[in-house]
């Protein structure tokens, strides 16, 4: 294995002296949402015990409530490369997307078009779909197949003058897939659309730099990278600007809390700081908070890619199972879907959820992936993901349930 500090990693995390059957449990269930760290739970704690409250109150619990929000924006944006009034929270990345969707489609005109991609979960589809509706027109460029790609060729034929709106996944939760999204965002920008990202597998394997890939809307759920269910977007400012957010009268006009309605989840937000500050901790002796953030990042992807590469090897070794997207060596996320000869996505988890590992079957939101691969009548996919507390013994202790049930 590659210089990395796993036992240090893994002693922050609780959950993982979880015991199935006298096995300790494996978690590979981490792009459905990773376990999260003693920090986490601490800092959800403490708001409870000493923040507690609403905003704009004049009392000590109120102004430490909205130095837990100005704290949890700060860190967001140096996550991602932002400024701190460009981010936003709200209940879930879903939420947030239909709430944007909704909002852009009162710029849209009859005929105007918006492009979506196959590769896409649910939640980067059907809120883009709705604005059919207002006599939008939703194109959905295709797959490449095996390796389960947007095809970039079909992206640019279907681009003109009238597309409005590119909104793409930047990795596929289900398929590990990455997108170019640098050559994507170039694309759009040469006939000024909006590019709007589902970020949320690709933030907790990659590091991101949104003034790079020049994107207007970016969207991820802390979650997904070791804090509370919560969801962020991040809005370019002068697009957040011109944004006609749906609001209450009392709301503030700006952003980022044009979007953000009602009381927000304030001990998430509270959680989703203690996140950053792990991810920061890992590979720590930077110049700043965002370069320790980068460290900790590259950090993670080259022992999660190290591991996935083991973990799809094996997998590739077995006779009657079936891996679906990029090869291991290839530019991908530490997510692998499989399937496995004369047994069910089901049948598989509940066996190696017996022994203590734990997977995911189904097909994660993204029903039109699994459609198109032909596998939505039989149950979809075995998801597993690897994250930055997995242990090569989990991985092949995987590899043998795997290779006994089939």
């Known amino acids: 294995m590659t210089e990395f500090a ?24 981490g792009p459905g ?6 920090r986490v739970l601490t800092a959800v ?55 944007l969707a909704r909002a852009l489609g009162h710029t849209l005109h009859p ?9 896409d979960h649910e939640a980067n589809r059907d809120p883009w779909l709705d604005l059919r509706e207002h006599g939008a027109v939703v194109r959905s460029i295709p797959m490449r197949m095996p390796d389960c790609r947007v095809d970039l060729d079909a992206l640019r034929a279907q681009l003109n003058h009238r597309t409005q709106i590119v909104a793409i996944g930047w990795a596929s939760n289900l398929s590990g897939a ?32 949104v003034r790079e890939v020049q994107c207007d809307f970016l969207l991820c759920s802390p979650y997904k990278f070791f804090g509370p269910h919560l969801g962020v977007l991040y809005g370019r400012r002068d697009a957040f600007d011109r944004l006609p957010a ?29 996140a950053c500050d792990f991810i920061a901790d890992i590979d720590g002796g930077g110049d700043s908070y965002r370069e320790n953030l980068l460290r900790g990042m590259r950090a993670v ?22 891996i679906y997207g990029p090869a291991a060596d290839d530019e991908r996320t530490p997510t692998v879907s499989f399937t496995v ?61 795997v290779d006994d049930i089939r």
């Not at 109120?62 to 460009?86: C, F, Q, Y």
């Not at 952003?255 to 959680?271: D, L, Q, V, W, Y």
């Not at 190696?352 to 994660?364: K, M, N, P, R, T």
């Open 111 to 119: 005929g105007d078009e918006i492009i979506i991609t196959d590769m």
């Open 6 to 29: 796993l036992q240090h990693v893994r002693g922050q995390f609780p959950a993982l002296d979880l015991s199935v059957g006298g096995r300790s449990a494996a978690y590979f269930d």
């Open 246 to 274: 749906h609001r209450a009268r009392p709301q503030r006009a700006g952003p980022p809390e044009k979007i953000e309605t009602g009381t927000a989840n304030h001990e998430g937000i509270a959680g989703t700081a203690a």
């Open 33 to 38: 949402g990773t376990q999260v760290p003693q």
């Open 45 to 99: 704690t403490e708001y409870y015990t000493d923040s507690n409250a609403n905003r704009h109150g004049a009392f000590i619990t109120s102004e430490r409530t909205e130095h837990v929000i100005r704290t949890g924006r700060e860190k967001m944006a140096a996550l991602l490369g932002a400024d701190p009034d460009e981010i936003a929270f709200g209940a879930n990345m879903t939420t947030l997307n239909f709430s």
């Open 301 to 322: 992807a080259g022992y999660e890619d190290e591991l996935n590469r083991r973990l799809m090897r094996g997998l590739s070794d077995m006779d009657g199972v079936q």
């Open 178 to 209: 990455i997108v170019d999204l640098a050559e994507v965002g170039r694309l759009a920008r040469e006939v000024d659309a909006t590019l709007v990202v589902d970020a949320v597998h690709h933030v907790p394997h990659r590091p991101v730099d």
């Open 341 to 401: 000869r004369d047994r069910s996505p089901r049948e598989v988890a509940e066996f190696l959820a017996a022994q203590g590992i734990f997977v995911g079957d189904g097909h994660f939101y993204a029903l039109t992936v699994v459609e198109k691969l032909g596998l939505a009548a039989s149950g979809g996919v075995v998801r597993a993901g690897i994250a930055p507390y997995t242990a090569a013994e989990e991985v092949d202790a995987l590899l043998q349930g």
